[in-house]
Every structure is written in structure tokens, then in C-alpha cells.
């Protein structure tokens, strides 16, 4: 099998940016032609005479012109509700999400039923998810067994089976020696520490502290209860000089304790996700429950900071915390409701947004939604000769509504249903396959 | 006025029009508790469910005998009697007693915006009897009721609201309600009780209770909830009491004619001493004759009183 794909502007952070053809052989790009003299950063490969005349031989030809591009798009925070909650999602309509949204791959959160604490339930993922040929799906195994944070899971074993990280998301990791010990014995596995920073004695709430709860009559949840763990779990990183990677930073105290840490060199990393850059709590206007999520929208001034955050690299990462919950969870009364809302096929064009305003370069966009992801991760992600053809194919000009009953999630928890976005992934392509075409 | 606005949700939602309108309907139809047979038949054949998510015995009583005054047939449901206790969801539980065709759902919920979520999901007018921390519409609009028919208006005048703003959907709509009518508020409390931005409704805040009753014409007492004090809200209640309760000691520094509100029930000896809820301004009792004939009010406007048969 061999694919070209012509004539799109080629952009690999750092590395690349030059309208090319990137020539895919079984699976693997097997060359690169740049159509003129792109800059392009040293140690990329521009062969004009490597192939003769390929597309006569190519079974198929994908004209990318108009188009970016780049590494596969890597969600690294997602839930798949597989095992155990199938009627909200399962491995394969979450993967099938997730490549319409331009993911090629999507790290998936341990909160299953059972709780991923096993090499059986990581390899039922791993299995589940190479049978579809689709987007890679790296598990994700628990800190604690069960994550109750009573007792470490075995680290090892969940790396040997294939997780790619621990995390107790969802379940804050409350005690700090159990932090500290994962940390240290995480270093020593070598597998990445991810963690939910919340203090729950100070976020018995169901929405942001502020003016909208307090006239909605909902009961607050103040930043501290996310910035002091995100201050603890800093303190931990420098303790025990082991990386902690910070989930889904809503807040500008996170935002500013993390510039701070990574100054000194503390060994900190950080993602936010599409929601807590897009919307403020006002978003919970009468009521919505898909805008009830944990941590909660905040307020135009967190907002601000995490765009901030990613524009100066305090954040490094932008994931989805894509969390599917049916209507059994959501169509309730606010304080009954479940904290989550999809976010998979429309990360990339919330994305797009912040560089349409100019708070991002697009670069800087796949920077956080491909190349830091895959570095925080130990995973090579480069558009280069040999690479498996890990690519998304993203038209920026393409305008269209999101429509969430079309969506290919099984849930439709969204807050932006009928949103009009501009730019879209047109087509997703792992290990040379087509996974999604527009 | 032609009233046209099926439910009472909030007082956010209600406008100076609607308010005067409820108040003066309200005012009219006092008389007939007073009267020896106490009953008319403008709501014969009407059904009224009363919804109690959450227990209640003044609200509850008072819907009660609102309804029965005007012929009404009244249903009470609470939380411990109905489905929801096997599991149904409060909108299923909702639309089988609207299958049932009721004129209207007096609901009280403990979470904040159910009512919302009732009118959004069923055809039925639907009474908001307090839901959480948000809203008790029919609690605001009857302390209205009661401070025009002491003072003759609410444009002008100065109200200190004073204990816990936090937990106190009473204090929302009262806050909304009064600065709506053009009174001035200010809530007065420790800060552990003042909740994010409340500023933003129109009121002032202070952590000073001399202060905050210093030439106001209404004083509002809220209620301590005792358990609140394990969530490390105040110390003690003996603390609390010195701090914020009313006694005819502070009263002193107040005006004399003064009026004493509070939404009860009334913990004697903690946010009010003995003596001050019974002293001569004290209004609490007739709170609670107005309740009924406000209730009758909104029944009677909401259940098809003037209203025309287009619902909007």
C-alpha cells in the first residue's frame, strides 16, 4: 500500500514547516518532497529525486493542498467508560470520536469498572483497541489500588502490561506520603505520574465559587482547592525529583505556581483543557448541566490565565478530559448531575479558536496537542523518514457547525452543540491507514 | 394588570408590575381568612399538588390552607412518600403526576434550579416553594406583603438582612426583591456566611450587626442552622449570639419603630433573644397570616384567575 499526500503545508513543530508531498509506504512514511525552499529546521530529510514519478505507482493520492499537515494530534486525557460502562461509551466509539477529531492516539483514564489497576484490564484495553486498527489507545492505570489512596497498585506490572501512566483522575491522590511514595517509586518503574489536584475538604461544590453561584444558589468550589494540591504536588516534584504531570488546570493560581516551579527547575508539566480556555462559568447560566464539570468553569480571569499559560508554555498540553456520561447522569437536577462533557471532536477546532484571536501560533497549537503530549509520554511523534505515518490532515479554513446528535461518541455531553467552527482535522491517518476522512 | 406569566420561579424573574400585582392580589384576598367561613370557590375543580422534595411544615401547611380557602383540592406529596425514594428521577415522578392533570405543582426541592427543570420538562404552572440556596419566592414576596402593609411602601426604605446570607435562599430573594422595589439592603453577618459577590445583587455588606441595624426600618433575622457550626461556620452559639442576635439590648440603637422580621422557625436565644421576638415591632406572626393570603395569591393567578387560556 502506498499513499501520497500532496501538496499540504507540512508542520512539525520545531522541525518542519514547508508545503510538501510525504510519501507513505506500509505504513510508513518512506519519504518527504519539498516543493520548494520551505525553511525547514536541520536534519529533515528533502529528497526531490527519491522517488521517480510516484504517482503512478501510489494506490492512493490525498491532495492536501490548502491543508496543514502534522504529528498525529495525542489526546492524553480521555475516558472511555470501557469496561464496565458501555452505555455511555466503549473503546470503539470513543476511538472512532476521537479520530474525527483528529487524535491519532488518546491515553484513557484508569476510572473504569473495574478501576484499571491490573494487567488484565490494561491488556483488555491494549487488545480491544489494536482488533479495531484504529487510533493507539495507551492505558492509563491507577496510583492506588482501586484508587481508594490507600495502597500504591503495581507500578511495574501495569507498565510491563502497557500503561503508559498512573493517575487516580477523578479520585484526588488526599494523602501526601502516598503522593510523595508514588512519585519516588514511580521513577524507578520509569512510567509518568499524572495527577487530579484537588483538596476535597475545600470543594464540596458543584460549581465555581463566585457571583453565578451564589445567584444560582449553587454551592462554590474555590481555586485553592485546586491550586493548593497543584502547590503540594510542586513541592512533592522537588522533593522527590520525579515528574508530576498536572491534569487539567482551570485556575490562574495553578497557571502562575507552575511558571513558577518550571523557573527553578522543578520537574512540573501541565496540561488545560478546551473547555477551561473557551468557557467561564456564566456557562452554567440556568442550570446546564453540560457545563457541570470537575474542576469547574472559571472565572474571565482564569480563563485568561490559562490562555496565558499555554501561550508562554506554563501549560504544556492541551487534553480533552473527554468524559461521556448519558442522559441518565446529566438530565437532572444540577447538584445530582455528573461532572464531565465530551470533548473529542471538538478539541482541535476550540483550539483553532485561540488561533484565530492570535493567542497561539498554529504551531504552537499542534506543539500542545501533539509534540508535548508525546514528550511528556516517552513516544516519538515526528513527521521523518522511517516514522510510522501518524497524521492528521487539517483543513483551517474549513467552516461547519458541530452537531452533537452526529457526533460519533456515544454520549452527547457537550456544552458547544451548534457551535460554528472554522477549521477542521479532514482526515486522520495511523500507521498509514485512514482512520477518518471528513 | 392582565397576568400572564405561568410559573413563579425567582424573583429575578418577576418585574416591579408583577410584584405590586401579587402584593395587591394578596392584600384583597386576606379578608377571607378572617371571615367565619373561610372559603370561596374560585379555584372549585382546580387540583394543586404540593411536591415536597424536602420537609417542610410552615410552607407546606401554609399552601395547604392557601389552596383549601379557594375551593382547590390539594395534594401533598413528600420526598419519603413518593418514587423518588425507589429510584424514579424527579422528571419521571413529575410528568406521572402531570399525566395526572393537576392545575398546578407547588414544588420544594433541596437542590438549586429543580423548579427550572420541572417547567422546562412539564406543561403544568409550576410554584417554587424554595429550591437549595437559590430561590423562595413566595417567602420574599410575603415579607413584602408585610413590610407595605406597616410602612405603607418599600421605595425608599432601609433593610439590614443579618445571619447566615450564605445558606439562605430566603436572603437571595428577599435581596433581589426589596432592591427591586427600590428599598436599600444591606446584609450584615461573619464573613464565613457572606457568599461570593452578593455585592453584584445591589446590597452592601457589613460584619458589623450595630451597623448594619443602625436607621434601617426593617431588620430581617435569619435562621442559624445549628449543624451549620460543624462546618466550622461560627464557633459556638453562644459566640454567634453575641455577636449577631438580636436583643432588645441592640434594639436600642435602632430606630424605634423598627419593624422585626424572620422567616422562622425561630431558634429563641440564638439569632433572636426572647424578648425581641416578642417585643412590640415584632412582625414574625404576621409573616405568617400574610404567607397564607399570599399563597392564595399566586394560586389564584398562576391556577387560572385572570389569566387567559394561551399559556405562555
Known amino acids: 500500500m502506498r499513499m501520497i499526500i500532496k501538496g499540504g503545508r507540512i508542520v512539525d513543530p520545531g522541525r518542519i514547516d514547508?508545503?510538501?508531498?510525504?510519501?507513505?509506504?506500509?505504513?510508513?512514511?518512506?519519504?518527504?518532497?519539498?516543493?520548494?525552499?520551505?525553511?525547514?529546521?536541520?536534519?529533515?530529510?528533502?529528497?526531490?529525486?527519491?522517488?521517480?514519478?510516484?504517482?503512478?505507482?501510489?494506490d492512493r493520492i490525498i491532495d492536501a493542498s490548502g491543508w496543514y499537515v502534522v504529528p498525529g494530534l495525542i489526546d492524553m486525557h480521555v475516558h472511555l467508560r470501557d469496561p464496565g460502562q458501555e452505555y455511555k461509551e466503549t473503546i470503539e466509539t470513543g476511538i472512532q470520536a476521537a479520530a474525527a477529531g483528529g487524535f491519532t492516539a488518546v491515553c484513557c483514564m484508569p476510572n473504569t469498572r473495574p478501576v484499571n489497576d491490573s494487567r488484565q484490564t490494561t491488556e483488555y484495553i491494549i487488545h480491544t483497541a489494536k482488533r479495531l486498527q484504529s487510533v493507539h489507545v495507551y492505558p492509563i492505570g491507577a496510583i492506588s489500588r482501586e484508587s481508594k489512596g490507600l495502597e500504591?497498585?503495581?507500578?511495574?506490572?501495569?507498565?510491563?502490561?502497557?500503561?503508559?501512566?498512573?493517575?487516580?483522575?477523578?479520585?484526588?491522590?488526599?494523602?501526601?506520603?502516598?503522593?510523595?511514595?508514588?512519585?519516588?517509586?514511580?521513577?524507578?518503574?520509569?512510567?509518568?505520574?499524572?495527577?487530579?489536584?484537588?483538596?476535597?475538604?475545600?470543594s464540596h461544590g458543584v460549581m465555581n465559587e463566585g457571583f453565578t453561584a451564589t445567584r444560582l444558589g449553587l454551592a462554590g468550589i474555590p481555586n485553592a482547592a485546586e491550586s493548593i494540591?497543584?502547590?503540594?504536588?510542586?513541592?512533592?516534584?522537588?522533593?522527590?525529583?520525579?515528574?508530576?504531570?498536572?491534569?487539567?488546570?482551570?485556575?490562574r493560581e495553578s497557571v502562575h505556581a507552575i511558571r513558577e516551579a518550571k523557573k527553578i527547575g522543578i520537574p512540573v508539566t501541565a496540561e488545560t483543557a478546551p473547555h477551561?480556555?473557551?468557557?467561564?462559568?456564566?456557562?452554567?447560566?440556568?442550570?446546564?448541566?453540560?457545563?457541570?464539570?470537575?474542576?469547574?468553569?472559571?472565572?474571565?480571569?482564569?480563563?485568561?490565565?490559562?490562555?496565558?499559560?499555554?501561550?508562554?508554555?506554563?501549560?504544556?498540553?492541551?487534553?480533552?478530559?473527554?468524559?461521556?456520561?448519558?442522559?441518565?447522569?446529566?438530565?437532572?437536577?444540577?447538584?445530582?448531575?455528573?461532572?464531565?462533557?465530551?470533548?473529542?471532536?471538538t478539541s482541535l477546532p476550540l483550539g483553532l479558536?485561540?488561533?484565530?484571536?492570535?493567542a497561539l501560533s498554529f504551531a504552537l497549537l499542534i506543539q500542545k496537542m501533539s509534540k508535548n503530549p508525546a514528550n511528556i509520554l516517552g513516544l516519538t511523534n515526528d513527521i521523518k523518514t522511517g516514522a510510522s505515518a501518524d497524521l492528521t490532515l487539517i483543513d483551517p479554513s474549513r467552516?461547519?457547525?458541530?452537531?452533537?446528535a452526529n457526533g460519533y461518541s456515544k454520549s452527547k455531553n457537550s456544552p458547544f452543540d451548534g457551535w460554528k467552527f472554522k477549521g477542521a482535522a479532514m482526515c486522520t491517518i495511523v500507521g498509514g491507514r485512514v482512520v477518518y476522512e471528513m | 394588570?392582565?397576568?400572564?406569566?405561568?410559573?413563579?420561579?425567582?424573583?429575578?424573574?418577576?418585574?416591579?408590575?408583577?410584584?405590586?400585582?401579587?402584593?395587591?392580589?394578596?392584600?384583597?384576598?386576606?379578608?377571607?381568612?378572617?371571615?367565619?367561613?373561610?372559603?370561596?370557590?374560585?379555584?372549585?375543580?382546580?387540583?394543586?399538588?404540593?411536591?415536597?422534595?424536602?420537609?417542610?411544615?410552615?410552607?407546606?401547611?401554609?399552601?395547604?390552607?392557601?389552596?383549601?380557602?379557594?375551593?382547590?383540592?390539594?395534594?401533598?406529596?413528600?420526598?419519603?412518600?413518593?418514587?423518588?425514594?425507589?429510584?424514579?428521577?424527579?422528571?419521571?415522578?413529575?410528568?406521572?403526576?402531570?399525566?395526572?392533570?393537576?392545575?398546578?405543582?407547588?414544588?420544594?426541592?433541596?437542590?438549586?434550579?429543580?423548579?427550572?427543570?420541572?417547567?422546562?420538562?412539564?406543561?403544568?404552572?409550576?410554584?417554587?416553594?424554595?429550591?437549595?440556596?437559590?430561590?423562595?419566592?413566595?417567602?420574599?414576596?410575603?415579607?413584602?406583603?408585610?413590610?407595605?402593609?406597616?410602612?405603607?411602601?418599600?421605595?425608599?426604605?432601609?433593610?439590614?438582612?443579618?445571619?447566615?446570607?450564605?445558606?439562605?435562599?430566603?436572603?437571595?430573594?428577599?435581596?433581589?426583591?426589596?432592591?427591586?422595589?427600590?428599598?436599600?439592603?444591606?446584609?450584615?453577618?461573619?464573613?464565613?456566611?457572606?457568599?461570593a459577590g452578593i455585592e453584584a445583587l445591589g446590597a452592601s455588606v457589613t460584619y458589623d450587626f450595630d451597623e448594619a441595624i443602625d436607621g434601617v426600618d426593617v431588620i430581617m433575622m435569619l435562621r442559624i442552622q445549628k449543624e451549620r457550626q460543624q462546618r466550622f461556620l461560627f464557633p459556638t452559639e453562644r459566640e454567634y449570639s453575641r455577636r449577631y442576635g438580636l436583643t432588645l439590648e441592640r434594639l436600642?440603637?435602632?430606630?424605634?419603630?423598627?419593624?422585626?422580621?424572620?422567616?422562622?422557625?425561630?431558634?429563641?436565644?440564638?439569632?433572636?433573644?426572647?424578648?425581641?421576638?416578642?417585643?412590640?415591632?415584632?412582625?414574625?406572626l404576621n409573616q405568617v397570616t400574610n404567607g397564607v393570603a399570599l399563597r392564595m395569591a399566586l394560586l389564584y393567578l398562576v391556577a387560572g384567575g385572570p389569566r387567559n387560556a394561551d399559556d405562555h
Open chain 1, 276 to 345: 477551561y480556555f473557551t468557557l467561564t462559568d456564566e456557562s452554567v447560566a440556568a442550570y446546564n448541566t453540560n457545563a457541570k464539570m470537575n474542576p469547574p468553569l472559571r472565572s474571565p480571569e482564569d480563563r485568561q490565565a490559562v490562555i496565558e499559560g499555554l501561550a508562554d508554555g506554563a501549560i504544556d498540553v492541551i487534553a480533552t478530559d473527554h468524559a461521556p456520561h448519558s442522559v441518565l447522569e446529566k438530565d437532572l437536577e444540577f447538584d445530582a448531575a455528573a461532572n464531565g462533557i465530551i470533548g473529542l471532536e
Open chain 2, 1 to 195: 394588570m392582565m397576568w400572564n406569566r405561568k410559573h413563579i420561579l425567582d424573583m429575578d424573574s418577576l418585574s416591579v408590575a408583577e410584584i405590586t400585582a401579587i402584593i395587591d392580589t394578596a392584600d384583597g384576598l386576606k379578608e377571607i381568612s378572617e371571615r367565619a367561613i373561610k372559603k370561596v370557590p374560585t379555584l372549585r375543580g382546580k387540583t394543586v399538588v404540593l411536591f415536597f422534595h424536602e420537609p417542610s411544615t410552615r410552607t407546606r401547611v401554609s399552601f395547604d390552607i392557601a389552596a383549601k380557602r379557594l375551593s382547590a383540592d390539594a395534594i401533598s406529596i413528600s420526598a419519603s412518600s413518593s418514587s423518588l425514594v425507589k429510584g424514579e428521577t424527579l422528571i419521571d415522578t413529575a410528568r406521572n403526576l402531570e399525566a395526572m392533570k393537576p392545575d398546578v405543582i407547588v414544588i420544594r426541592h433541596s437542590s438549586a434550579g429543580a423548579p427550572l427543570l420541572l417547567s422546562q420538562k412539564v406543561s403544568t404552572p409550576i410554584i417554587n416553594a424554595g429550591d437549595g440556596m437559590h430561590a423562595h419566592p413566595s417567602q420574599a414576596l410575603l415579607d413584602m406583603m408585610t413590610v407595605r402593609e406597616v410602612k405603607g411602601r418599600l421605595d425608599g426604605l432601609r433593610v439590614a438582612i443579618v445571619g447566615d446570607i450564605s445558606h439562605s435562599r430566603v436572603a437571595r430573594s428577599n435581596i433581589i426583591g426589596f432592591t427591586r422595589m427600590g428599598a436599600d439592603v444591606r446584609l450584615a453577618g461573619p464573613p464565613t456566611m457572606m457568599p
Open chain 1, 18 to 58: 514547508a508545503v510538501g508531498d510525504i510519501l507513505i509506504d506500509n505504513g510508513r512514511i518512506s519519504d518527504i518532497r519539498f516543493h520548494e525552499s520551505g525553511k525547514q529546521a536541520s536534519g529533515a530529510p528533502s529528497s526531490v529525486d527519491s522517488y521517480a514519478d510516484p504517482q503512478k505507482t501510489a
Open chain 2, 252 to 284: 436600642k440603637k435602632a430606630k424605634p419603630d423598627v419593624m422585626i422580621m424572620h422567616p422562622g422557625p425561630l431558634n429563641r436565644g440564638v439569632e433572636i433573644s426572647p424578648d425581641a421576638a416578642d417585643s412590640a415591632g415584632s412582625v414574625i
Open chain 1, 152 to 202: 500504591l497498585s503495581e507500578f511495574g506490572e501495569l507498565k510491563e502490561a502497557g500503561a503508559i501512566a498512573v493517575s487516580d483522575d477523578g479520585q484526588p491522590v488526599s494523602d501526601s506520603q502516598l503522593m510523595r511514595r508514588a512519585l519516588e517509586y514511580a521513577k524507578g518503574v520509569g512510567i509518568r505520574v499524572i495527577s487530579h489536584c484537588e483538596d476535597t475538604a475545600l
Open chain 1, 399 to 404: 467552516v461547519h457547525i458541530y452537531c452533537v
Open chain 1, 229 to 251: 494540591m497543584v502547590m503540594r504536588d510542586i513541592a512533592l516534584a522537588e522533593l522527590t525529583g520525579s515528574l508530576v504531570h498536572i491534569a487539567h488546570v482551570s485556575t
Open chain 1, 353 to 358: 479558536r485561540l488561533v484565530a484571536e492570535g
